[in-house]
């Protein structure tokens, strides 16, 4: 079995949790161990981080922000992500650390070679095989979330920023195309799950006919 991370990062509202649930799907039904977790969260400390990091009743400076995401991240790579891929698991994350570079570094301003920095001792250099940005235009994509109920800190945030966002995760794809798909959020949900299994598929080495049913 080929362990193979990868992640799903995109602005709020793109979708990103019902493709991940669209491709643990597949991999169940082609009989592939697989891990679902996401940031901040996926471990007891992490999700009592998330409570502290989405709570909009708090206040809390980009840095101790940043710190605190690492934190959760921190030992997400070793409660959660190491031990899965040690299985020779596919590992599926909802955002990971180039969330933290899009909305501290772009959206925030905080320096990229600092949050790279303390980025590599956090995951321990884990870097993700695949990462799917899901892109959209975050007017619609607040939207979208605003469906779903009251909004959390970050989606508090306004326009200007997450327009930031959205551009500092699209500077990160053009920089590594490699590691990257970037699809369009605004196509058809059926269309993206078929465009995400394809690229998973090539990267399993997964025989066309099972990549493409
Ligand atoms: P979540 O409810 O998971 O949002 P979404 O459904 O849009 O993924 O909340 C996570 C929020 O935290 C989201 O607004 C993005 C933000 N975030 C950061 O700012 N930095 C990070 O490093 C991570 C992982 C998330």
Known sequence: MTPL?????GPEGAGKSTQLRHLAARLAAAGLPHTV???PGGTPLGTRVRGVLLDPALGI????EFLLYSASRAQLVREVLRPALARGEVVLCDRYADSSLAYQGAGRGLDPGFLQAVTAAATGGLTPD???????DPALGLRRAAWRGQPDRLEQAD???HERVRRGFLALAAAEPGRFLVLDAARDEAELAEAIWRAVGERLNLPQEQASG
């Not at 991370?5 to 990062?9: D, G, Q």
């Open 61 to 64: 400076d980009p840095l101790p």
């Open 5 to 9: 991370f990868l992640t799903f990062e």
């Open 130 to 136: 695949l990462t799917v940005l899901l892109d959209l």
């Open 159 to 161: 326009l200007a920023f």
């Open 37 to 39: 977790t996401r940031e």
